[in-house]
């Protein structure tokens, strides 16, 4: 437990009689990308808050930077930088001033502030709508200009919950580029994500959330391992046709028993697939529709809890 | 006033200087009903002075208290908003944002104040106040002020949504009109008049009238300086519960 930013143990919280954690054990090492998934409702705001000393646990422990989250809330909070859910700017203020609120309560002293505020809004590019109030800015700079404040004062574990929930693609890829160079910089990294592909792209261990349970835990290869891979979905028009290709087809299995849809194991790129396509033409085998299917949050609790999400399951 | 205090007091400013309808509200309002009572109404009501005389210190516990809304939302906005969660999380003293924002609330109440007392000036107003009892008026003014303010965060704080926010400074912004503050409680029909008689504004006003005046009255001052000590004590203990409990 050396090198660990963040270690709990046994993590429990409840509100009223609905059990939001229910034993939780997490450890993240210095300099790394941790990444909790989980549907909506599954815990993971609970757990940040817990972790950030917004929240008291009701058990368990959890120390942060090498201090307990319930007495040493002072040092937990000088070695953490959070940017939550919801951007938390304030609107009546530029986004020059956010910042410089920041480096003042981070007492930074006014030269290097300045340098500090300077160099942000540049790195964050925002620098030409550093003078107009924070009220006017997208949901991408908000988020941007959130994270920034976050970094003011260089905390050493940053807590990132959903950072690219609600973002356009181009937003969410530049929050990624932002986020990889952070870890870069040695920082670690806590984050929250409700999309399998964000975890597998930044993470270098994922722990998977459900109804307050950590279902797995490990690095983004283990884990996949235990779910299905990505395939591609035929539907023939007869029985005949779907034997056919079921003999053609190493691996490929009948999607349920009373249709004819057949599974076919295989990467989903263009030219496995066009392989795919043209060894059923040359045995004149009928496609009548066809997709290609990636895995993604719920296919992974599928396989690891043997039910849909339960944000599926509210449906 | 701590560093972190100071701080957010900036931050405090930068938004009532950008929110300015908000302060013209605060100000022309108490104007407006002041002008409405002594020019059309005030003639009307017997109450043994110059009806201005009677009416300024109620309508500047009036004015005190209608600024208190903006308070409110203030709060309340900041709650919802998110960033109270980013300053909680960060190294920063609990109270900070909280009497940052009193402060705010009792500045901007001295500048609406003294802009309620130049009218009364314009109106014929002429207290016949020694200094020092000038001295004890602004001081019982920042601090009613002052325990209101308290009572006003923990409103915004306790109240779900800026609308309700809103509301529940209404019995707060009300209750000087239920008072001595337009008419003596002793003309007041029954009921209503024992009701202006113990609720806390009535002795309040009267201090603050008895201080311009030149008569200021011992008993009334306790049982006021008391009630703004209670109301600011409440205010305060349920405000810092409050924003300790929402996260």
């Given at each position: 437990m050396r090198n660990s930013a963040i270690a709990a143990s046994g993590l429990r919280k409840a509100y009223q009689d609905n059990l939001v954690l229910d034993g939780i054990d997490l450890d993240v090492e210095t300099g790394t990308i941790f990444s909790l998934l989980g549907p909506n409702g599954a815990g993971k705001t609970t757990t940040v808050n817990v972790l950030t000393t917004l929240i008291r646990a009701d058990g368990g422990t959890a120390r942060v930077a090498g201090h307990d989250v319930a007495t040493q809330t002072k040092a937990v909070r000088a070695a953490i930088g959070v940017t939550g859910q919801f951007a938390a700017v304030d609107e009546l203020l530029t986004g020059q001033e956010n910042l410089q609120l920041m480096a003042d309560l981070k007492r930074l002293g006014s030269g290097p502030a300045k340098a500090v505020v300077t160099g942000l809004l540049a790195r964050f590019d925002l620098t030409e709508s550093a003078q107009k109030l924070a009220s006017t800015y997208s949901g991408g700079m908000r988020r941007k200009l959130d994270l920034a404040m976050t970094l003011v004062g260089r905390p050493e574990i940053i807590f990132l919950d959903e950072p690219t929930t609600g973002l356009d693609p181009r937003s969410r890829r530049t929050m990624w580029d932002i986020i990889r160079q952070l870890a870069a910089d040695g920082?670690?990294?806590?984050?929250?994500?409700q999309y399998l592909e964000e975890a597998d792209r930044l993470a270098d261990r994922i722990a998977v959330l459900d109804q307050g349970h950590l279902v797995a835990q490990g690095t983004p290869a283990e884990l996949k391992r235990q779910i299905p891979?990505?395939?591609?979905?035929?539907?023939?028009?007869?029985?005949?046709e779907l034997d056919t290709a079921m003999r053609l087809l190493p691996g490929s299995a009948r999607a349920?028993?009373?249709d004819l849809i057949l599974r076919v194991p295989s990467d989903g790129g263009a030219k496995s697939v066009r392989a795919l396509l043209n060894q059923l033409d040359d045995h004149s085998v009928d496609v009548e529709e066809f997709s290609v299917h990636t895995p993604d949050l719920d296919d992974v609790f599928l396989a690891l809890t043997g039910r849909a999400s339960t944000k599926e399951n509210a449906r | 006033m701590s560093a972190d205090a100071t701080i957010m007091l900036r931050r405090n400013f930068k938004h009532t200087l950008r929110n300015p309808v908000a302060v013209f509200n605060a100000i022309l309002l108490p104007i407006v009903i002041m002008l409405m009572f002594v020019g059309e109404i005030g003639g009307a009501f017997n109450v043994g002075v110059k009806y201005v005389e009677y009416a300024t210190p109620g309508m500047i516990v009036l004015t005190i208290c209608y600024g208190l809304s903006a308070t409110a939302l203030a709060v309340n906005s900041d709650m919802a908003k998110g960033i109270i969660n980013r300053f909680k999380v960060m190294d920063i003293s609990r109270s900070a944002v909280l009497s940052a924002q009193v402060v705010a609330t009792v500045l901007r109440t001295l500048v609406a104040v003294a802009a309620i007392v130049g009218v009364a000036f314009a109106l014929g107003f002429r207290p016949h106040a020694s200094f020092p009892e000038w001295l004890g008026a602004i001081g019982l003014i920042v601090l009613i002020s002052f325990a209101t303010s308290w009572f006003t965060i923990a409103l915004g704080l306790a109240?779900?949504?800026?609308?309700?926010a809103g509301m529940a400074v209404v019995p707060l912004i009300l209750l000087p009109f239920l008072s001595s503050a337009i008419v003596p409680a002793d003309k007041m029909g029954p009921g209503i008049r024992q009701f202006a008689e113990y609720q806390p504004f009535t002795p309040i006003i009267e201090?603050?009238?008895?201080?311009?005046?030149?008569?200021?009255s011992a008993s009334n001052a306790i049982t006021a300086l008391a009630w703004c000590a209670g109301i600011a004590l409440v205010g305060y203990l349920w405000s810092l519960a409050t924003f300790t409990r929402r996260a």
């Amino acid at each position: 437990m050396r090198n660990s930013a963040i270690a709990a143990s046994g993590l429990r919280k409840a509100y009223q009689d609905n059990l939001v954690l229910d034993g939780i054990d997490l450890d993240v090492e210095t300099g790394t990308i941790f990444s909790l998934l989980g549907p909506n409702g599954a815990g993971k705001t609970t757990t940040v808050n817990v972790l950030t000393t917004l929240i008291r646990a009701d058990g368990g422990t959890a120390r942060v930077a090498g201090h307990d989250v319930a007495t040493q809330t002072k040092a937990v909070r000088a070695a953490i930088g959070v940017t939550g859910q919801f951007a938390a700017v304030d609107e009546l203020l530029t986004g020059q001033e956010n910042l410089q609120l920041m480096a003042d309560l981070k007492r930074l002293g006014s030269g290097p502030a300045k340098a500090v505020v300077t160099g942000l809004l540049a790195r964050f590019d925002l620098t030409e709508s550093a003078q107009k109030l924070a009220s006017t800015y997208s949901g991408g700079m908000r988020r941007k200009l959130d994270l920034a404040m976050t970094l003011v004062g260089r905390p050493e574990i940053i807590f990132l919950d959903e950072p690219t929930t609600g973002l356009d693609p181009r937003s969410r890829r530049t929050m990624w580029d932002i986020i990889r160079q952070l870890a870069a910089d040695g920082v670690t990294i806590f984050l929250t994500t409700q999309y399998l592909e964000e975890a597998d792209r930044l993470a270098d261990r994922i722990a998977v959330l459900d109804q307050g349970h950590l279902v797995a835990q490990g690095t983004p290869a283990e884990l996949k391992r235990q779910i299905p891979g990505s395939h591609v979905r035929l539907q023939f028009a007869s029985d005949v046709e779907l034997d056919t290709a079921m003999r053609l087809l190493p691996g490929s299995a009948r999607a349920a028993e009373d249709d004819l849809i057949l599974r076919v194991p295989s990467d989903g790129g263009a030219k496995s697939v066009r392989a795919l396509l043209n060894q059923l033409d040359d045995h004149s085998v009928d496609v009548e529709e066809f997709s290609v299917h990636t895995p993604d949050l719920d296919d992974v609790f599928l396989a690891l809890t043997g039910r849909a999400s339960t944000k599926e399951n509210a449906r | 006033m701590s560093a972190d205090a100071t701080i957010m007091l900036r931050r405090n400013f930068k938004h009532t200087l950008r929110n300015p309808v908000a302060v013209f509200n605060a100000i022309l309002l108490p104007i407006v009903i002041m002008l409405m009572f002594v020019g059309e109404i005030g003639g009307a009501f017997n109450v043994g002075v110059k009806y201005v005389e009677y009416a300024t210190p109620g309508m500047i516990v009036l004015t005190i208290c209608y600024g208190l809304s903006a308070t409110a939302l203030a709060v309340n906005s900041d709650m919802a908003k998110g960033i109270i969660n980013r300053f909680k999380v960060m190294d920063i003293s609990r109270s900070a944002v909280l009497s940052a924002q009193v402060v705010a609330t009792v500045l901007r109440t001295l500048v609406a104040v003294a802009a309620i007392v130049g009218v009364a000036f314009a109106l014929g107003f002429r207290p016949h106040a020694s200094f020092p009892e000038w001295l004890g008026a602004i001081g019982l003014i920042v601090l009613i002020s002052f325990a209101t303010s308290w009572f006003t965060i923990a409103l915004g704080l306790a109240a779900k949504t800026p609308e309700s926010a809103g509301m529940a400074v209404v019995p707060l912004i009300l209750l000087p009109f239920l008072s001595s503050a337009i008419v003596p409680a002793d003309k007041m029909g029954p009921g209503i008049r024992q009701f202006a008689e113990y609720q806390p504004f009535t002795p309040i006003i009267e201090t603050l009238r008895g201080l311009l005046t030149g008569h200021p009255s011992a008993s009334n001052a306790i049982t006021a300086l008391a009630w703004c000590a209670g109301i600011a004590l409440v205010g305060y203990l349920w405000s810092l519960a409050t924003f300790t409990r929402r996260a």
